[in-house]
């Protein structure tokens, strides 16, 4: 039997991991996080076939529970290089394992404001805002996920969303309630110019600064490859192509949702079980 390792414990690396444990197969699964990826950062997920809306979190303990009944093993630690010679070579700092076929469910990583300098309170993530109370937050962006994070912030919060375009890219509906959230302030055509730190942030642009206490972006997620060394990323194609290598979720698409990367990774388990002779 190959030993099949998946990276990455969000809804397409939970998924990949169960459909291979009930094929027989024995993967394992690298998570440095909770199980559940991205889902805990959701407000709601309104779009999960067989459910109402539902909370994130409440969504990525359903998967947790169901990872857990089938007695996967699971490595909490961060995969921190990926090679290939002959085999994957899976590093973390706790040392090497070797494997034969590698699910790649890393899902993505946000992408970062050029030229601002590293402050705590310039976040990437809502995690560390989730307890806040009584504050000004400032987010950038006009997507689903930042307006997913408007709503979480603003039962606690003011908010203030600034779109750098007059075009509002989030779901009309998931707008909808934005707008009329009497929490949340929206201000389009709104072009960063300079952030300063002194008792409070102040948010700046053309016409108009901002003063508050955090600054969210939220201007998009790339695919999340930090792992992999130089010469992996000269031979994943191929590697894809002789069915080693499989990219599931978000590592692999544009389109972040959480029933396409179930689903990704449910038709990543039957490749890995139908192509790679296992």
């Not at 695919?223 to 031979?235: F, W």
Request: charged share 25%.
């Amino acid at each position: 039997m190959k030993k099949i390792a998946v990276i990455g414990g969000g809804p397409a690396g939970i998924t990949t991991a169960i459909q291979l444990k009930r094929f027989g197969l024995q993967p394992l699964l690298f998570e440095k996080n909770r199980l559940g990826g991205l889902l805990w950062e959701a407000n709601q997920i309104e779009n999960y076939p067989g459910h109402q809306p539902i909370k994130g979190p409440e969504l990525a303990d359903l998967f947790r529970m169901r990872f857990q009944e089938y007695g996967i093993e699971i490595i909490p630690e961060e995969v921190v290089k990926l090679d290939y010679d002959r085999e994957f070579i899976i590093s973390t700092k706790k040392g090497e394992k070797s494997f034969s076929t590698v699910c790649m469910a890393a899902g993505t990583k946000p992408i970062m404001l050029t030229n601002i300098f590293n402050n705590d309170n310039v976040l990437y993530s809502i995690m560390p805002l989730l307890n806040a109370r009584n504050k000004v937050i400032a987010i950038i962006g006009a997507g689903d996920i930042a307006f997913d994070y408007a709503l979480n912030l603003a039962r606690n919060n003011r908010v203030v969303i600034l779109n750098r375009s007059s075009r509002i890219k989030a779901l009309p509906g998931l707008a909808e309630q934005v707008l009329n959230n009497s929490n949340i302030s929206y201000c389009q055509d709104f072009e960063l110019m300079n952030i300063k730190f002194d008792v409070k942030m102040v948010v700046s642009g053309k016409k108009r600064a901002f003063e508050v206490d955090y600054l969210l972006v939220a201007i998009g997620r790339e695919a999340n490859k930090d792992c992999y060394t130089d010469a992996l990323r000269e031979r994943e194609a191929d590697l894809v192509a002789g069915f080693k290598l499989y990219l599931t979720g978000d590592v692999r698409g544009s389109y972040k949702q959480a029933c396409i990367a179930a689903g990704s990774g449910l038709e990543a388990a039957m490749r890995i079980y139908h192509e790679s002779d296992c």
